[in-house]
Structures are given as structure tokens and as C-alpha cells.
């Protein structure tokens, strides 16, 4: 089955200790994207990576670390969180040669909660 | 002002209404008009994609774009228990392969249909 996994699901961590959630997808896509989605202020870009070793900040890079070594996966990387991090964060992925422009495949999502 | 404006709802409406959800943005650029659906506890997919104005169906959704007013609407007819969700609306200047891939998300409306 065609999919974007991500884990975590649902993480409470303290500030200050590191953390990573993983992003893997099997559709062997090019694109894939960081998202976190917060009440009132809808889905905002982290970072993107148009393939291995290429990224680039979107939005709110700020606090946030990616790496892309392998195709399949995006691991985004809290190296000290806060508590203004707390939130639902998506990781997405768009096929080199999408049908449909830009369609992003969502991954399920990770709440993260930091104390 | 925020380049998306999406009325977050939330919306009831009875089953079997007609139902209307809207998004105005202000960058004239934007050429790709997306609907996202997402269901609580999942990630968005995709429900409709448009280029520049028109209309487009499929099914009970007609997706409209007005760009002349920077106005986007999402309609649903007859609708199902099963359409509650949050719909997205989503906008993009570039097609896959261009300066970003970035999408600019509406904040999302909330939809609950009532049997």
C-alpha cells in the first residue's frame, strides 16, 4: 500500500530534550515536506526537500533541524524543544511527476506536546 | 493579512443541505487552487484541484475559482454524515519543477453534518 508513515503518533517530552520524529514514504516520491498545523493558523511549511541531501527552510524553520540521506525518508529533528512547539506536525510527499499539481500525500500526523 | 482567508466555522448544517465553504487570498499569483479534506485524527487528502478560474466537478463537489475576485468556493450537494470533516483550502503560484513547491493553506472550516 502506497503511504506516508510517521513516528511517533503522540509524544509528550519535556524542554530541552532532544527528539526526532521519523517520516518515511514507499512511493519512492522526490519531494517531501514538514508541516505543522496549529488552531487558527492552519498548516504552515517547516521545511522541504526536493530530493536526497537537498533541503531548504519554509516557513517556520526556526528550532527545527531535517536531513534527507535516503529518498524514502525526512526525519525532522527538535534538537531542544519548547513549549511554543507543541503541536500536530505532518510530514508530506509529492511524485516527481504529479497528474495533479502539487498533490501532497499526507502522512497521518504526530501530536507533540512539550512540558 | 494573511495571503489565505478561510472562515474556520464551525459549520452544521442537516443532511442533505447544500453546502458552501469559501477561502479569498490576496496574491495574485496563485494559479493552483486546491480543496484538502481531513478527518479528525488524519492527515489531509486531496478532494479537488483546480487551475486558474472555472469550475470543476466530481460528483457531488463543485470546486469554483474566481480570480478576478480572489474568491475560491468548494459546494457539496446532498450532503453525508460522512463529508463532516475540516476542508483546507490550499494555493499555489508554481507548478511541480518551479521556484518552490510551497502551498499556502486557508486555516480550514470545520463541517459537521448532522443525521
Known amino acids: 500500500e502506497a503511504q506516508v508513515t510517521q513516528n511517533p503518533r503522540y509524544l509528550i517530552t519535556v524542554t530541552g530534550k532532544k527528539l526526532t520524529v521519523t517520516c518515511s514514504q514507499n512511493m519512492n516520491h522526490e519531494y517531501m515536506s514538514w508541516y505543522r498545523q496549529d488552531p487558527g493558523l492552519g498548516l504552515r511549511q517547516i521545511y522541504y526537500?526536493?530530493?536526497?541531501?537537498?533541503?531548504d527552510k519554509g516557513d517556520v524553520p526556526e528550532g527545527y533541524k531535517v536531513s534527507r540521506k535516503e529518498k524514502r525518508n525526512f526525519p525532522l529533528i527538535l534538537e531542544s524543544p519548547s513549549p511554543n512547539q507543541t503541536s500536530l506536525y505532518f510530514c508530506?510527499?509529492?511524485?516527481?511527476?504529479?497528474?495533479?499539481?502539487?498533490?501532497?500525500?499526507f502522512g497521518p500526523g504526530t501530536r507533540l506536546t512539550v512540558l | 493579512q494573511k495571503e489565505v482567508e478561510q472562515d474556520p466555522g464551525p459549520l452544521s448544517v442537516p443532511e442533505g443541505a447544500i453546502v458552501s465553504l469559501n477561502c479569498t487570498y490576496s496574491n495574485s499569483a496563485f494559479q493552483y487552487f486546491m480543496w484538502y479534506r481531513q478527518y479528525s485524527r488524519k492527515g489531509p487528502e486531496l478532494l479537488m484541484y483546480?487551475?486558474?478560474?472555472g469550475n470543476k466537478e466530481d460528483g457531488r463537489f463543485t470546486a469554483q475559482v474566481d480570480k478576478s475576485s480572489k474568491y475560491i468556493s468548494l459546494f457539496i450537494r446532498d450532503s453525508q454524515p460522512s463529508d463532516s470533516a475540516t476542508y483546507l483550502c490550499?494555493?499555489?503560484?508554481?507548478?511541480?519543477?518551479?521556484?518552490?513547491?510551497?502551498?499556502?493553506f486557508g486555516t480550514g472550516t470545520l463541517l459537521a453534518v448532522q443525521p
Open positions: 490550499a494555493m499555489s503560484a508554481w507548478r511541480y519543477g518551479g521556484a518552490t513547491n510551497k502551498l499556502i
Open positions: 483546480t487551475y486558474s478560474s
Open positions: 526537500s526536493m530530493n536526497v541531501e537537498v533541503t
Open positions: 508530506a510527499s509529492i511524485p516527481s511527476n504529479p497528474s495533479v499539481p502539487d498533490t501532497q500525500y
